[in-house]
């Protein structure tokens, strides 16, 4: 079935920096979307992205629909520590009544 | 400005007693789910009703259960709740169909004593 992994599985930074995470299947997806979750929290959506190539921003997050349809990434710029939690992708797989999460990447930022 | 509502956000139970937990929207979609998350993993879908509409999940245990009554509510009955069943409890709703953007509500977290 269609997967979705995410890397890095963890992140360790420092206030300040930036950060880069992905996420690759090896099935075509038509959306991406990445959500943030919280610690005890459910997962808030930040970006929704429908088009290959299509790159959005939302503040200080950008995210990219990877032109060959298989993979995404997503920025955050000058990280702080309210960015801390798990992001993880998801897309709806094909012909079924499922969205499919990505494995998750935990960032933990340091002040 | 909340717009999926899920009551109550902890839940302590014993094991084999029904517990219900609920889901409310107030973005009119009509599609909502229930999904299962265990710590440091993926959410798991267990069900979710396109309107009235149930598909269940092939590898849902029959212990789980759901009821929607109208287009706002939705509800998990756990019949008799198991030590593994301890877990975050997340509600979601999409607009029209599966293909579309889901939005999750705060979650329920069950412990089962």
């Keep these: 079935g269609q997967q979705l992994n995410q890397s890095p599985q963890s992140m360790f930074i420092q206030e300040g920096e930036d950060v880069s995470m992905n996420c690759t299947s090896s099935s075509i997806f038509n959306t991406w979307l990445w959500y943030k979750q919280d610690p005890g929290e459910g997962p808030v959506l930040l970006i929704a992205l429908y088009k290959a190539g299509e790159l959005t921003s939302n503040g200080r997050l950008t995210a990219q629909f990877g032109i060959t349809r298989k993979d995404s990434f997503l920025n955050i710029s000058a990280s702080i520590p309210s960015d801390v939690g798990i992001y993880f992708c998801a897309g709806p797989a094909y012909n079924t009544d499922k969205l499919i999460f990505g494995t998750g990447t935990r960032l933990q930022v340091f002040p | ?113």
């Design chain 2, 1 to 113: 400005d909340a717009m999926v509502i899920q009551n109550p956000r902890y839940q302590v139970t014993q094991f084999g007693k029904p517990v219900t937990l609920s889901c409310s929207q107030t973005l009119n979609h009509n599609v909502m789910y229930w999904y299962q998350q265990k710590s440091s993993q993926a959410p798991k879908l267990l069900f979710h009703y396109y309107d009235k509409d149930f598909n269940n999940e092939a590898d849902t245990p029959d212990n789980f259960q759901s009821r929607r009554p109208n287009t706002s509510f939705c509800f998990l009955d756990i019949r008799s709740p198991g030590l593994g069943d301890a877990a975050m409890y997340l509600c979601a709703t999409s607009r029209s169909s599966v293909q579309e953007t889901q939005y999750f509500g705060p979650g329920t977290r069950l412990l089962v004593l």
